[in-house]
């Protein structure tokens, strides 16, 4: 009997058994409360790049804790926001001027789409469209569930949230339809904001799109002189084989969401990086004009600290070079699945691999999905199908052994839930 009275993320606690607790990490493996080994094959929800407590970090966790906790973030500021600041400007694309943080993905959405608005709000120009892909997500808050895709999961709060202008997912073959009505939004005049997740649609299923559409996109929204707004929570820090993804593109938002990989996955934290045009249009004499926003835990030094150790890791190790290796890797082990019957759209973008189990009734609530979860668990991996897309999205640590095992592992698990084997 489950006595815990912890309630758990995206959990159905009747239909769940009770949790197992983990008691370490250690690169790219969890250890449970019975010694069992898991191997961390998305990353903890996407959060660790290098692998769980990358020395580096934890040791620049320490020495912030002998100076630091929290401190307020207005009328004050302290070295390691500064340090990470200064570092994001260096390595974000070129044109990315300033650094506003927060302290989850959700909030620097949210941040975005608040600094969008002001733009245009203090220049007395009234655009409050924003315009997003369909199929996207961009966390849980009101404002970011109103932005992302309409389903099951926001459907109890769905009358409130607010209506923003959808775009079809560019298929292949099919993306001039997405510029185009994209194009057809911005003769209107009222949109204030692209908001894409960039070359990846992550929890809509990690449905992947060329940067040729990202590119097309932005010059559009250039034209008709929108804000684009990349959410790069998922997609930063390497996951699609780049930094960011808008590098493919060889674009600059005009503003970009980073949070997930921004500490290395060790402690919460988010920024929201804009150019000068928008933070200039919030910098007046009349304080009307103020950016009204914080969250109580704003720039947490002990996590600016984390996440300035991340940077030096960057800096100073291969990180690039791993992210290839991986991405490489995914591209052998998927060959296998190309002709094979059951699953369809084997795809891959950086360390992000991807493939659609052909299961009958296969949507996120099937039973399908619990049922590999489990079976994959049994099997010493943490893969956590969406629906029926079973995707792997590894931390960077991980061999070619773990990889090749955690594809065996994909191939007999279909097989069970396919009743083939
Ligand atoms: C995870 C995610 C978010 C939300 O981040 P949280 O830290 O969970 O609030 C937003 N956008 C994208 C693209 C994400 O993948």
Not at 93 to 102: A, K, Q, T
Not at 307 to 321: D, F, G, K
Request: glycine share 8%.
């Amino acid at each position: 009997m489950n006595r815990s009275t912890v309630w758990h993320p995206f959990t159905q606690h009747a239909l769940e058994p009770p949790m197992k607790r983990i008691v370490s990490t250690d690169g790219a493996y969890l250890t449970d409360e019975n010694g069992k080994r898991l191997l961390d094959a998305n990353s903890s929800w996407w959060v660790i790049t290098h692998g769980h407590r990358h020395p580096e970090i934890m040791k620049a966790i320490r020495t912030a804790t002998d100076s630091y906790d929290q401190i307020i973030f207005a009328e004050y500021s302290h070295e390691p926001a500064e340090q990470l600041a200064a570092g994001l400007i260096e390595i974000a694309p070129r044109g990315l001027s300033h650094v506003f943080y927060s302290d989850s993905g959700s909030t620097s959405v949210e941040v975005a789409i608040k600094m969008a608005l002001g733009y245009f709000h203090n220049q007395g120009e009234i655009r409050d469209r924003i315009v997003v892909m369909e199929g996207s997500y961009h966390g849980d808050t009101v404002g970011t569930m109103s932005a992302g895709e309409r389903s099951v999961f926001n459907a109890a709060y769905e009358r409130l949230l607010f209506g923003v202008d959808r775009l079809p997912f560019p298929t292949t073959g099919d993306e001039q339809d997405t510029l185009d009505k994209f194009e057809d939004y911005c003769r209107l005049g009222r949109v204030a904001a692209i908001l894409v997740e960039p070359l990846i649609l992550g929890a809509g299923g990690m449905r992947i799109y060329g940067a040729a559409v990202l590119a097309g996109l932005k010059e559009i929204a250039e034209q008709h002189g929108c804000l684009f707004i990349a959410d790069e929570v998922m997609t930063g820090w390497g996951r699609t084989g780049t930094q960011f993804a808008c590098d493919q593109a060889k674009i600059t938002p005009d503003i970009l969401c980073t949070s997930k990989g921004l500490t290395g996955g060790s402690l919460p934290l988010a920024a929201t990086l804009c150019i000068a045009d928008v933070y200039d249009a919030h910098l007046s004499s009349d304080r009307r004009k103020t950016f009204f926003h914080s969250s109580s835990y704003t720039a947490n030094p002990i996590a600016c600290a984390a996440a300035v150790a991340n940077l030096e890791i960057w800096r100073n190790e291969p990180v690039l070079e791993r992210i290839a290796r991986i991405s490489a890797l995914h591209r052998e082990n998927l060959e296998r699945f190309q002709n094979d019957q059951r699953f369809v759209n084997v795809r891959q973008s950086g360390t992000v691999a991807a493939l659609d189990l052909v299961a009958p009734n296969s949507g996120y609530l099937a039973d399908v999905g619990p049922r590999t979860r489990w079976l994959f668990r049994e099997r010493g991996f943490l893969i956590r199908p969406l629906g029926n897309v079973v995707y792997l999205m590894p931390p960077y640590c991980v061999t070619a052994d773990e990889l090749g095992c955690a594809y065996e592992a994909i191939d007999e698990v279909a097989s069970i839930v396919l009743g083939r084997s």
